[in-house]
Structures are given as structure tokens and as C-alpha cells.
């Protein structure tokens, strides 16, 4: 009876979010603002300013969204931004939600199919990740080509629980989940920009979190082919391909993962809040230029 009970709970908390919650929470922001956004960017730890060049700007506090949860961590805003880059509709969220914070995978992505409701059609993920590849330097830009789900493995899946066919189908396929396209895009984009000297691709890995890998830990990823590692995005991505939408995604390399025993340094928050700030403008450059150049394809 006790096991019975504990997977009916773990059951429920999957499935946390009923359509009228999500159509609840669109109509709402439909109707508090005239924006109607083709692209979502997500911003990761220290990169709100990813929306500082949004103009003809309407902020709403996380807090004030109905059903929308909160961030609870240092250099995540926790605000959702609409407006305008060179008259293209998008909408910003300055900070995203974990796994490690306590919520659920279906408020984790909940924001997602809000988007999918309001129209939108392309997804840009952004995080700061450890890097694992040992040509990665501090402040390097990651396009990612591709993921490993670590939580996914172990159950910790957004997709359980009953499949709502208005979304997607029961199953996604995810060989593609980047976009090829946005991905080449991208990398012609840095090669003008004069960026290619830190912009690299590869595979992201997530991890729950919050506390940062061990070496041994650190050494396992490596071995299976990950170039870096954080603890979001993946979620996020996985709901959006669920959903039908484009995705591209980057992560700011804003420390070396431990692979040595006999490394004295230790990783902190505040050592990925600072690389991040320092790169911030940079990255804000490449994807305002990406967006621009989806503008124009749709055109």
C-alpha cells in the first residue's frame, strides 16, 4: 500500500498542469499585452541582459502571471520581457526554473506551451554550463548540436504521465531536436561577428543539481561524449520539440569542470554570474543578429 501510494504522489506531481491551466495563464497574457511573439528566448543564469535590446518593451513580473512559478535563484530576474528586435516579435524570460528548486518538470516547462499557445515558433535556449571538452575555455559560447538527459534516464521526464494530443504526439522524436539550420546559421553569424575563436558546437548534458559534479562524476560525462554540463535546458527542449516548435540552443562556458583530484580550485555560483556578465554583450550580440536573420527568412 505505502509503495502504491508514494507512485500515485510521484504520478500526480508528473502531471501537475492541466490544459485549462495553460489556456488560463495565454488568455491572460493575451489580453494584457498587443505583442504576439514568433520567438522565445530563455535566459540562463546572469544573462538577462539578452533582453536589453528589446524596444517597445511590457514587463510582467513572474509573480504577477497567473499560474506562472517563481525564481528562486541569484542572477535569474524573474521577468517575463515582450517587445520588438528590428520588428520582430519575441518575448524574453530573465530567468527559468529547476528541477533542484523544488518544482516539478511540468512547472519546470510550463512557460513553453504558453509560448506554443501564444504562437510562437522558434525557441532560443540559453545557459551557463561547466565545460567538460578540454579545448573549452572560460567564457567560450557553445552552440548545442544535441543533449543527454541524465534526469530523463532516471525517470525525471516531462513527457510522463498522460500524453495531451493538442500539444504533441505520445512520442517525439529527438534526433533532431536543434535545428540544423539556426545551428549553421549561428556559426556563419559568429564567423562574421569575428567571434569564431570562442564559439564552439557540442553536446550539453544535464544534470539535476544544485551541487556541482564530482570528478568522478565529472570524468563519467566526459567519457560518454559531453562537451558540457549544467542543470536546465533540457526540459525546456524536450517540451518545445514535444510542442512542434524550432530550437536552437548556446551555453556560456563560464568555468572548467574539476577533472583532476589534484586541482585546488573549487567552482562557485558567483564565479558563473561574473564570466557571465562578461560575456553577456557579446552573446546578446549574436542572438539579436540570429533573430534578425529569422526575420528576414520569414519575410
Known amino acids: 500500500m505505502c509503495y502504491l501510494e508514494g507512485y500515485s504522489r510521484l504520478y500526480l ?3 501537475c498542469c492541466s490544459f485549462e491551466d495553460y489556456k488560463l495563464t495565454t488568455e491572460w497574457l493575451l489580453n494584457q499585452t498587443s505583442h504576439r511573439p514568433k520567438i522565445a528566448v530563455i535566459c540562463g ?3 538577462g541582459l539578452l533582453a536589453q535590446s528589446v524596444v517597445n518593451r511590457q514587463t510582467f513580473h513572474y509573480q504577477d502571471i497567473p499560474n506562472f512559478p517563481v525564481s528562486t535563484v541569484p542572477g535569474h530576474e524573474g521577468c517575463l520581457v515582450f517587445g520588438t ?3 520582430q516579435a519575441c518575448v524574453f524570460m530573465q530567468g527559468r526554473f529547476h528541477l533542484y528548486e523544488g518544482y516539478s518538470l511540468c512547472k519546470v516547462t510550463f512557460p513553453v506551451r504558453i509560448f506554443k499557445l501564444m504562437g510562437v515558433e522558434t525557441l532560443v535556449v540559453t545557459n551557463a554550463s561547466g565545460g567538460l571538452c578540454p579545448d573549452f575555455k572560460v567564457g567560450d ?5 544535441d543533449h543527454i538527459n541524465l534526469p530523463g534516464f532516471a525517470g525525471q521526464h516531462p513527457l510522463c504521465g498522460p500524453n495531451d494530443e493538442r500539444f504533441g504526439i505520445r512520442f517525439p522524436c529527438m534526433s533532431d531536436a536543434y535545428s540544423k539550420d539556426l545551428r549553421r546559421l549561428a556559426l556563419d ?3 562574421n561577428l569575428g567571434y569564431s575563436d570562442f564559439v564552439r558546437e557540442g553536446v550539453y548534458c544535464m544534470v539535476s543539481g544544485p551541487n556541482f559534479e564530482t570528478i568522478a562524476e565529472a570524468r563519467m560525462l566526459q567519457i560518454l561524449g559531453c562537451d558540457a554540463v549544467g542543470m536546465s535546458t533540457v526540459p525546456e527542449v524536450t517540451v518545445a520539440k514535444h510542442c512542434g516548435l524550432q ?3 548556446l551555453s556560456l562556458i563560464t568555468n572548467k569542470v574539476s577533472l583532476d583530484y589534484s586541482r585546488e580550485e573549487k567552482v562557485n555560483h558567483e564565479e558563473v554570474l561574473l564570466t557571465s556578465k562578461m560575456r553577456a554583450e557579446m552573446l546578446q550580440k ?3 543578429t540570429l533573430i534578425v536573420h529569422c526575420n528576414l527568412q520569414d519575410q
Do not use: T
Not at 559560447?141 to 548540436?145: A, D, Y
Open 13 to 15: 506531481n508528473s502531471n
Open 45 to 47: 543564469s546572469g544573462l
Open 85 to 87: 528586435i528590428k520588428n
Open 141 to 145: 559560447i557553445m552552440v548545442i548540436k
Open 189 to 191: 553569424i559568429s564567423s
Open 247 to 249: 530550437v536552437f540552443g
Open 286 to 288: 549574436l542572438v539579436d
